[in-house]
């Protein structure tokens, strides 16, 4: 197994793409630290994993939030015994025009997607340094890390935010052993993404857009991040993985 015995940290840990990583590096071995701003998600993700006969606990975090990061990463350490890996799932978005998108929900999106990134980040590469041990860390872009679409600003500024902060961790952290990487999802059918689903026109546009006329399930996203984060790719640093179903390889004329 892969992940037998190693220390894995995912925030968002309890719902959605979080979740099925979770889930996913259970089932190879790991020992999994679920984390989540909504403690009763995690804590049912963890029991999900225990009654599967996996190893996992619930911890609460807000990473937008300093000292919760900071006790949250620490929690994780001594409760798991060691910390390998983290997965930056946590995040929001908006919906509303560039025109009527207000200071609050600006710095809501930034902060929880984009700072909260780099916080949690900075904690768990501080603990492997002075632990002197590897690690891997798998942030959660997006194909609008790598474009824009409309009426999501602040989501897309985040997710070109998590791009850079993915290459400039991944550039002063690889001579001490942290791989810091990205995958850059299209369109997941997640409780995030839920409401698009109840607009026919909407879920057809959305076929449209990726190559293979589909959505994404979140254990296929899941699937990429354990790949960046497996010691056997341990030359992959400062990548960002498209995970799109094509979207992103081209528009339709
Ligand atoms: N679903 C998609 O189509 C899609 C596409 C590309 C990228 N992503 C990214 O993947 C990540 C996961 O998305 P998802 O679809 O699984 O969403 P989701 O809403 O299902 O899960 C997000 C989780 O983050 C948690 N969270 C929110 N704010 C938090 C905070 N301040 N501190 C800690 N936890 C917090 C929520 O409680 C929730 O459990 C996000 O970063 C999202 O931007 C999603």
């Known amino acids: 197994m892969r992940f037998q015995d190693r220390g894995v940290l995912v925030t968002g840990g309890g719902s959605g793409i979080g979740q099925q990583v979770c889930y996913a590096a259970a089932e190879d071995g790991a020992r999994v630290a679920v984390a989540d701003l909504d403690l009763e998600r995690a804590e049912?993700?963890?029991?999900?994993?225990r009654r599967r006969?996996?190893?996992?606990?619930?911890?609460?975090?807000?990473?937008?939030?300093?000292?919760?990061?900071?006790?949250?990463?620490?929690?994780?350490?001594?409760?798991?015994?060691?910390?390998?890996?983290?997965?930056?799932s946590a995040g929001v978005r908006e919906i509303v025009s560039v025109l009527d998108l207000s200071f609050e929900e600006w710095n809501?999106?930034?902060?929880?997607?984009?700072?909260?990134?780099?916080?949690?980040s900075q904690a768990f590469a501080r603990h492997l340094v002075a632990a002197e041990k590897a690690g891997q860390i798998v942030n959660l872009a997006s194909t609008l890390g790598l474009m824009a679409a409309p009426n999501r600003a602040a989501y897309t500024a985040s997710k070109h935010g998590v791009v850079g902060l993915t290459k400039q961790m991944a550039l002063e952290l690889g001579a001490k052993g942290i791989r810091v990487n990205a995958?850059?999802?299209?369109?997941?059918?997640?409780?995030?993404?839920?409401?698009?689903?109840?607009?026919?026109?909407?879920?057809?546009?959305?076929?449209?857009?990726?190559?293979?006329?589909?959505?994404?399930?979140?254990?296929?996203?899941?699937?990429?991040?354990?790949?960046?984060?497996?010691?056997?790719?341990?030359?992959?640093?400062?990548?960002?993985?498209?995970?799109?179903?094509?979207?992103?390889?081209?528009?339709?004329m």
């Open 108 to 120: 809501r999106v930034l902060t929880i997607n984009l700072t909260g990134t780099f916080l949690v």
């Open 44 to 49: 049912a993700t963890a029991a999900e994993i």
């Open 53 to 88: 006969k996996g190893e996992a606990h619930a911890f609460q975090i807000d990473v937008a939030a300093p000292l919760s990061v900071t006790d949250c990463v620490s929690a994780a350490a001594t409760t798991l015994g060691r910390l390998d890996v983290l997965v930056n």
């Open 183 to 252: 995958v850059a999802p299209g369109v997941v059918r997640t409780p995030l993404t839920e409401r698009y689903f109840q607009d026919p026109e909407y879920s057809q546009m959305i076929r449209d857009i990726h190559a293979v006329g589909r959505w994404a399930e979140p254990r296929e996203i899941a699937n990429a991040i354990l790949f960046l984060a497996d010691e056997a790719n341990s030359f992959i640093t400062g990548t960002v993985m498209p995970i799109d179903g094509g979207w992103t390889s081209g528009k339709r």
